[in-house]
Each structure stands twice: as C-alpha cells, then as structure tokens.
C-alpha cells in the first residue's frame, strides 16, 4: 500500500502589503509621525483614556511635563495613585488643550 503524501494547504495571499512606517526617531527611542502633537495622558483603571497636558511640538516636552502633571491629577482626584500615566502622539491637526492645562500653568 503506498503511503499518501500529505500536502499543507497554501497560506491565502494577502490583500494589502503593508507599508514601512516612515516616522522621525524620537530621542525615547521610538519613532513619531512627523507633526505629531504630544500630550501627557492618563489610563484609568476603567480603560478610559484622556488628554491631560499639551498640546507640545516635541515629545521630550511632554516626557518633561509627566512628573509634574501626576503629582496635580493626585491632588485633584486620589485615586490616580492607581492610574497609568505617559505620553501619546496624536496626528497633527488635534490641538485641543489638556484638561489640567490651566492648573500647571501652560495656559497660552
């Protein structure tokens, strides 16, 4: 009896070929879309995400606002001692303030 040959079906051919992603390299490391506008963010424990501070033209301003910003949301609201707190990129063209913009002083 002759053994069968088993075959793997063929992997189905994309659709779409995915592009290289052309940022500039951030001195964190990473790579940002070109005018990008940063904002010091928060994630609470709830999923809910929201803008805190900036806009700033440069990611190193907002690593530079994150400290500060934490300690103000801590004093407005405890339990941000368990939230998350970082930066986002957002695409150039969203430029409204952060919610705590007028209690750390960026206001322009």
Known sequence: MAKKKIV?????TPTWTPRPFNGLRCHCGERHYQNARYYVTVRRDDGDSRALAGPFAEHDEA???????TRVANDRDPRAAWYAFGTAAIKYGYDKPGMLNADLGLVA
């Open 8 to 12: 793997a079906p063929l992997a189905p």
């Open 63 to 69: 690593l530079a606002w994150v400290s500060k910003t």
